[in-house]
């Protein structure tokens, strides 16, 4: 087990001490609410009758203890509000142990309580509650940083750690619970596009996450093994195959907001477990799907913001349509001056050495578009930008243009630089299909980990018909960011990957006593803070020696008293 701080140590013992009074840290019965902070800050001036009989829950923030009356900031979900403990209120009899002992002594900034009152307001014009009684809900046993705010709202001395932050989000909404704005927008975000488009009569639904093909997009699958089955499966990349398997037997739009899994890379905009919204509808083209992303996009923004403009960065977007559109090679052409339509495989090739992109020889053509597009192009695209008509060889799951050789019937959203939505006219001949996937299988024989996989299955499904379908998938984690105008994709995720925790060496007893430290003394050494040897060791021997003597005294511990060359001993001195 590893050593426990000053403060853990004695949160501890107020929680024994709190059992030895009777008083259950962790009560198992309800503790009924009738009222918030936010409620009482904004109504109780108004209807003031409303608020004599409150009972209200939170955890303590602040507390200023002065003698037999004290004020104290609970914080409960949706804010903070001022409470007023005074002894004899809650004490009415003699004993007066609850007031003097367990609010005073024995409750921590951190604890949950329960209060019951009526809300007055003080001398100095605060809105507060007034306790009549309170219980002990819950006993933190550790301590939560101390932000400091001033009363302009500034905050000195922050829990600003990213790391620690996205590691511990528990902590860091319970200190900056301004945070949680962010993730009640990105609630609404799904809220409102769930509601487009079930008032659509589109239905949700739920596919598999452990699949037994990798399919619907290029990436790298994870990959497990079921015991029972005895066969590989795969965390999936897209739920699109079976989305439309649906489609085949007969519903005329499904939809899904459901968790992916690629591994690949993780940076500002990428994390390996993401929220992707995938929607099929029977009956339309990717051409439809643009006026439906528009109406549904503008939908979400002024359902958000109030307006269909939301600052990301330093650019004002605009998400009313009609949006600007602009096929993969006129952007191409436009953002480098090249005309890369007509080029072959070694064409383009040439054309990335130019340019300084980084190739592989297992990048075929469509792989040598995307990284020109990527490097050239995609930052540009600040305004939202349908880029459309991609090579088929980007493309194996779309159908084929009706106009343009080469090319197939798909868009992306680009947002501030970034992909947000991608949509076909979906491929639907089931001998093309197949044909495209043997070409996918060439692809990974070459070395390309991003290559879809065969699915007979799917293949199967096609042969029995599917109607003419359009498909989109949109990066919910990634319109979210756009709606808070956040620039990490840390940050509208509550729990993002992170790498494994470095976990600080476990000392025992026997770590201190290998120094020659006589095993009673080892309690009393962390008792004063020195939770490891190399602490010990760091310290002033004289001091130590003089504490020892005086937690002695303090602790009223019948030890013998170590002699002062032995302490030094401890030191290697």
């Not at 203890?65 to 409960?76: C, K, P, R, T, V």
């Not at 083209?285 to 359902?303: Q, R």
């Not at 692809?443 to 359009?470: H, K, N, Q, V």
Request: aromatic share 10%; net charge negative; with cysteine.
């Amino acid at each position: 087990m590893s050593a426990l701080s000053e403060q853990e140590i004695q949160r501890r013992e107020s929680l024994n001490e709190l059992r030895k009074l009777g008083i259950d840290p962790y009560p198992a019965e309800a503790f009924e609410i009738n009222a918030n902070a936010v409620d009482i800050l904004a109504n109780y001036n108004s209807d003031k009758t409303a608020y004599k009989t409150i009972s209200l829950a939170g955890r303590i923030m602040t507390r200023r203890i002065m003698g037999n009356a004290s004020f104290a900031e609970l914080q409960d979900s949706t804010g903070r509000v001022q409470i007023y403990i005074k002894r004899d209120d809650i004490c009415p009899d003699e004993d007066k142990t609850l007031y003097n002992i367990v609010f005073k002594k024995l409750l921590d900034i951190g604890d949950f309580i329960g209060v019951k009152g009526y809300v007055f307001t003080t001398q100095t014009g605060e809105i507060s509650i007034h306790v009549t009684e309170f219980k002990v809900l819950s006993k933190s046993l550790k301590p939560l940083p101390i932000v400091k705010r001033d009363d302009d709202g500034n905050t000195y001395d922050g829990f600003t750690d990213p790391e620690m932050r996205y590691r511990m989000r528990y902590v860091d909404l319970t200190v900056n619970p301004e945070f949680k704005e962010i993730f009640k927008i990105r609630s609404k975000v799904i809220s409102t596009m769930r509601n487009y488009f079930d008032e659509q009569g589109w239905m949700e639904v739920e596919t598999p996450i452990l699949q037994a093909v990798h399919g619907g997009a290029a990436a790298r699958p994870f990959n497990t093994h079921h015991n029972t089955l005895d066969m590989p499966l795969f965390l999936r990349i897209a739920n699109e195959l079976y989305l439309k398997r649906l489609i085949v037997a007969g519903f005329d739009g499904v939809y899904e907001f459901g968790k992916m899994f690629r591994n690949e890379g993780m940076d500002r905009t990428h994390n390996p477990e993401f929220t992707s919204m995938e929607i099929y509808v029977a009956y339309k083209d990717y051409i439809w799907m643009m006026a439906m992303v528009e109406e549904c996009l503008e939908l979400v923004t002024k359902t958000i913001h109030g307006k269909t403009t939301v600052m990301v960065g330093e650019h004002e977007i605009d998400f009313a349509g009609p949006y600007e559109k602009l096929s993969m090679y006129d952007s191409i052409l436009k953002y480098t001056g090249i005309d890369v339509s007509e080029m072959d495989e070694a064409g383009l090739r040439n054309v990335c050495l130019e340019m300084g992109i980084k190739v592989d020889a297992s990048m075929g053509k469509g792989k040598l578009v995307d990284e020109i597009f990527g490097e050239k192009v995609e930052h540009e695209l600040i305004q939202p930008t349908y880029i459309t008509d991609y090579p088929i060889e980007m493309t194996p799951l779309a159908k084929k243009h009706r106009s343009k050789e080469g090319l197939v019937e798909r868009f992306e959203l680009f947002v501030n630089g970034k992909e947000i939505a991608n949509a076909y006219s979906e491929l639907n001949d089931a001998i093309d299909q197949k044909e495209r996937f043997e070409d996918q299988l060439k692809l990974a024989a070459r070395g390309d980990d991003e290559a879809m996989a065969m699915d007979d299955d799917f293949i199967r499904a096609l042969e029995y018909g599917m109607p003419p379908t359009s498909g989109l998938g949109i990066g919910i984690d990634r319109l979210v960011m756009m709606m808070t105008n956040q620039q990490s994709i840390q940050e509208v995720l509550f729990f993002p990957q992170m790498r494994a925790e470095k976990k600080a060496k476990v000392y025992s007893d026997a770590d201190f006593i290998a120094l020659g430290i006589p095993a009673e003394w080892v309690p009393v050494l962390q008792k004063m803070g020195f939770n490891t040897p190399e602490e010990l060791k760091a310290g002033n021997p004289n001091k130590v020696f003089n504490d020892l003597g005086g937690m002695r005294k303090k602790m009223k511990l019948e030890i013998t008293m170590p002699q002062k060359e032995e302490v030094m001993s401890w030191f290697g001195l």
